[in-house]
T-cell receptor, first 116, second 109 residues
């Protein structure tokens, strides 16, 4: 049973829509992550939050906007997306944030996003 | 640049042994991770190596040799439920994970 939940599990949206992805971790962790997973490609780190402060933003387009209101919740706000943004969006958490080696990440099941 | 290489797909027989290789090039090194991901599910942690050598956990073992930028995941007594993608990831000097594209393992009866 994963300690990281994501909603919705599937989302279809048009290019002019605005939607949000939600992630919640029940593990008492201090860091949370958003990843993009496209078929046959490596996981792409999008954003990292440690103790609710953003510590990493890997040059992600501004049409993706993260929000971390507390250490247990993470959102990804989406607007005016492109078809190439269709992918699996994974949330993860870890006990400690970047700067701590050997820290395993616990993943949620992901949101399968399709942009039409 | 930073890079992880692992085979795209492998096939093995139930009950057999399979070795999934991973080579990496990173700016600095803070550990090598293996994750398992069943289709449509979350990746789950399998192993972490930072020193050279073999780490054994039941049917799964992970080997690492830093000087070679090399690791492998060894799966013994394969079961049908081991059919999944296996992701290799190396942590660089900034403690950022660099991920491989994953190896899809197909187990045949």
């Amino acid at each position: 049973e994963t300690g990281v939940t994501q909603t919705p599990r599937h989302l279809v949206m048009g290019m002019t829509n605005k939607k949000s992805l939600k992630c919640e971790q029940h593990l008492g962790h201090n860091a949370m992550y958003w990843y993009k997973q496209s078929a046959k490609k490596p996981l792409e780190l999008m954003f990292v939050y440690s103790l609710e402060e953003r510590v990493e933003n890997n040059s992600v387009p501004s049409r993706f906007s993260p929000e971390c209101p507390n250490s247990s919740h993470l959102f990804l706000h989406l607007h005016t997306l492109q078809p190439e943004d269709s992918a699996l969006y994974l949330c993860a958490s870890s006990q400690e944030g970047p700067g701590s080696g050997g820290v395993e990440q616990y993943f949620g099941p992901g949101t399968r996003l399709t942009v039409t | 640049g930073q890079n992880i290489d692992q085979p795209t797909e492998m096939t093995a027989t139930e009950g057999a042994i399979v070795q999934i290789n991973c080579t990496y090039q990173t700016s600095g090194f803070n550990g090598l991770f293996w994750y398992q991901q069943h289709a449509g599910e979350a990746p789950t942690f399998l192993s972490y190596n930072v020193l050279d050598g073999l780490e054994e956990k039941g049917r799964f073992s992970s080997f690492h040799r830093r000087s070679k930028g090399y690791s492998y995941l060894l799966l013994k007594e394969l079961q049908m439920k081991d059919s999944a993608s296996y992701l290799c990831a190396a942590m660089d000097s900034n403690y950022q994970l660099i991920w491989g594209a994953g190896t899809k393992l197909i187990i045949k009866p």
